[in-house]
């Protein structure tokens, strides 16, 4: 995932809809040379709305909705950016970030879609269809909440919008209800400002609807507005009228979103970014809008999803002409379409030209169109190295960035026996010991610490690369006990313009400052070269007493290993380089990597435990045995017990791995192991290389209880400390 040289060009996507989700498969199948995409989304999903009935009904689930964002921009070779995005600088072509530098760019699409016009007053009983992403997690939180009391009646709900989406919302919902033990007892009413249900449609499917709702006992209220909502759901219509909701869903006419107040582009009556027939901003050439973000002057159109699709290859084609300076091609949204309703029960509405029809065979169209038009984005094949740009993404067997890129443990066991390199007095802890960190006598009681870390990114991100990079090098001084107090930077920077590789190392120290800065570490210095691979490490200096330095070889029988991380990163690093690491499991890893080692050391320190390591790039079994082998003792595990990051049983029984795992598993001869153990997927696990992987403990059997409370299921047992026998592995496996 590691560029040798930077595009010349920078494609942004803000938000994947209907619109953008085109251009990334376009990008796919055809990438625009010397070009880099990146996609900046808040969601590691996006959500097809014209399923979310379908889902409601129990037709589809989530996965069937969604677009993996993560496999999708992998499989695409586009950066993917998850970040709140705050506004934009016009006149720099930047997109500004809260918590990040901001990037370039020399064309950017936003398509972040819009939201349901809010309701006054309202509360914890408001659950809003949108964003989508979220809509059921809130839905069931609010549900299970409301199956906490002990009240019997029925449970009341409105939905705001008598709208195509509120329409089917009101079909759909009562089969949710069923399935979440809510067969009975509900009553459902549709408030809408309009005088019509749906709102737009013809007058024949407007009946069809009514009476459907009708035989379902669906109360309908039309041409009224909900004037207020209290905190009890109490609601107050504009003509005095009042309901009481247990739940009120907001599907409600479409506004532009906040963010849209903030970009300093010119909008419309209802906030939306208005724009020209080639989906440009009036006020920008290089800004598109486009699906419902935007708003086209010349063509007016309904906020529809057909209309987002069907901008889709004009987008394309425009991206690419205002790179290559060439004339735009202009819009044109066709005056028809073809609508379908869900009516929730394998049937469906039509509407199409004037003609309404019903029927299970209406369903069958509009099921057969979803899942036709979700394969499309559902499809995370990755394009073969024959096929991208030769200035874009990893080679075809890629190698492993963060720690997996490390040499071999035994390689570099060897070279460091051959060296004749004398250990001094005043080296209290150096490479005699395997350490991570060396410690220099300053006094007879106070030493200086350093240690050095760096690896090629194990992501296209360079901030979170560099918040990565931090906290992995900061970790061998937690495992220590030894407070950090200034940095050196060591980075390399790929070929590129001076804006670009100004741009990137901001980035990748950014990501480092916002780990550093916190703890008061500095970085005081360093050394940046320009290379064929971006490399970002850290040389960390502190300073501690000779007496609180916990070793690798402090471990005694009848200790019990703990540790606080679970394991993974490896393999799911080298398998978001084939576009197989779920946007989940991406949310999972990042979620460990970033978690820093401090609070577990500092528990440890507390606890005054006397062995210690972090897991990085020889993996579990590697790291272990340096411990054991320095306290002449052994140990034994179980597979079972083993923590591992969501996906990575499934992974491993795929035969995914890093490039480092099969030289990690030369240590496999000081294991003891069953062939039907060895046979387990979950036994790779212990050779998988770790990036900011977690500390190895070992404490005594009174000491594990308190342990397990202090970091708050952040522990995890591995198993005992037992007396080496001699001739006998030192590491036993069941």
């Not at 619109?19 to 969601?43: E, Q, Y």
């Not at 029925?154 to 705001?160: C, E, G, H, Q, T």
């Not at 001869?669 to 997927?681: D, K, M």
């Amino acid at each position: 995932m590691n560029p040798s040289e930077f595009p010349s060009t920078n494609i942004v996507l803000l938000g994947i809809g209907h619109t953008n989700a085109h251009v990334v498969r376009k990008w796919r199948m055809s990438p625009i040379a010397g070009a880099r995409l990146t996609c900046v989304s808040d969601f590691g999903t996006a959500t097809y709305s014209g399923m979310l009935p379908g889902r409601l009904a129990g037709q589809y689930d989530r996965t069937q909705m969604e677009i993996d964002l993560v496999r999708f921009c992998a499989a695409a070779g586009a950066r993917l950016i998850r970040e709140e995005v705050i506004g934009l600088d016009l006149a720099k072509h930047q997109l500004l970030f809260a918590e990040r530098p901001p990037i370039c760019f020399d064309a950017l699409s936003i398509g972040v879609g819009s939201r349901p016009k809010a309701l006054p007053g309202a509360n914890g009983a408001v659950v809003a269809i949108k964003p989508m992403q979220t809509f059921f997690e809130r839905l069931d939180v609010r549900l299970k909440k409301l199956a906490e009391r002990t009240s019997k009646t029925p449970l009341r709900i409105v939905i705001a919008g008598a709208g195509a989406g509120g329409t089917e919302i009101a079909f759909c919902l009562p089969n949710y209800l069923r399935s979440h033990g809510r067969s009975s007892g509900h009553e459902i009413t549709v408030v809408g400002r309009n005088k019509d249900i749906p709102n737009g449609m013809s007058q024949s499917v407007c009946r069809m609807v009514r009476r459907e709702l009708t035989r379902r006992s669906v109360a309908v209220m039309l041409d009224r507005r909900i004037e207020s909502i209290d905190s009890t759901g109490h609601i107050v219509l504009d003509n005095g009228q009042q309901l009481f909701a247990d739940i009120v869903l907001v599907a409600t006419s479409a506004e532009g979103v906040s963010l849209f107040g903030h970009l300093g582009l010119p909008t419309d009556e209802r906030g939306f970014l208005r724009t020209r027939e080639t989906l440009q901003s009036v006020a920008a050439e290089r800004i598109f809008a486009v699906g419902d973000a935007g708003s086209c002057e010349a063509n007016p159109r309904p906020k529809a999803g057909i209309f987002a699709v069907r901008q889709g290859p004009v987008l394309w084609q425009n991206i690419t002409r205002l790179i290559h300076g060439r004339r735009l091609l202009r819009w044109k949204p066709q005056r028809s379409f073809l609508a379908l309703l869900n009516t929730g029960d394998k049937g469906a509405i039509l509407s199409y030209r004037g003609i309404s029809l019903r029927g299970g065979w209406c369903w069958r169209l509009k099921d057969s169109i979803d899942r036709r038009f979700m394969a499309k984005y559902q499809d995370y094949e990755r394009r073969t190295m024959a096929e991208r740009p030769t200035t874009l993404g990893p080679p075809e067997v890629p190698q492993c960035g963060g720690c997996g890129c490390k040499v071999p443990a035994s390689l570099l066991s060897r070279v460091l026996e051959r060296l004749e390199n004398p250990t001094p007095p005043h080296v209290l802890l150096g490479l005699e010991g395997r350490d991570d960190v060396a410690v220099l006598e300053n006094s007879p009681t106070a030493a200086t610490a350093l240690s050095t870390d760096f690896f090629t990114p194990p992501l296209e991100d360079p901030y979170l690369a560099g918040k990565i990079a931090a906290l992995n090098a900061l970790s061998d001084f937690y495992a220590k006990a030894i407070e950090p107090r200034a940095a050196l930077a060591l980075v390399t920077v790929p070929h590129g313009s001076g804006a670009q590789q100004e741009e990137f190392l901001s980035h990748l120290l950014a990501g480092s400052l916002a780990v550093l800065r916190p703890l008061n570490v500095p970085i005081v210095g360093g050394h940046t070269t320009e290379g064929p691979q971006a490399m970002i490490g850290f040389t960390i200096l502190g300073e501690t007493r000779q007496d609180t330095i916990p070793a690798k070889g402090g471990l005694q029988p009848g200790d019990y290993l703990i540790l606080t991380k679970p394991l993974g990163t490896g393999i799911l690093l080298a398998a978001h380089m084939r576009a197989l690491c779920e946007a989940p499991w991406m949310d999972a890893l990042l979620k460990s990597m970033l978690t820093s080692n401090r609070a577990a050391a500092k528990v440890a320190e507390k606890l005054h435990l006397t062995a210690a390591t972090d897991v990085t790039g020889f993996g579990l079994a590697g790291h272990l045995l340096e411990m054991l082998s320095a306290a002449n003792v052994a140990a034994q595990i179980s597979l079972d017990g083993l923590p591992l990051l969501p996906g990575v049983l499934e992974l491993a029984e795929a035969g995914i791995q890093s490039t480092l795992a099969p030289a990690n598993r030369e240590v496999e001869r000081s294991l003891e192991v069953a062939e039907s153990v060895r046979s387990r997927a979950c036994y790779k696990v212990l050779f998988d290389p770790q990036t900011s992987g977690g500390l190895l403990l070992g404490a005594a059997s009174s000491q594990v209880a308190k342990i397990q409370h202090e970091l708050d299921g952040a522990a995890h047992v591995l198993g005992p400390v037992v007396a080496a026998e001699k001739g006998k592995p030192l590491l036993h496996i069941r």
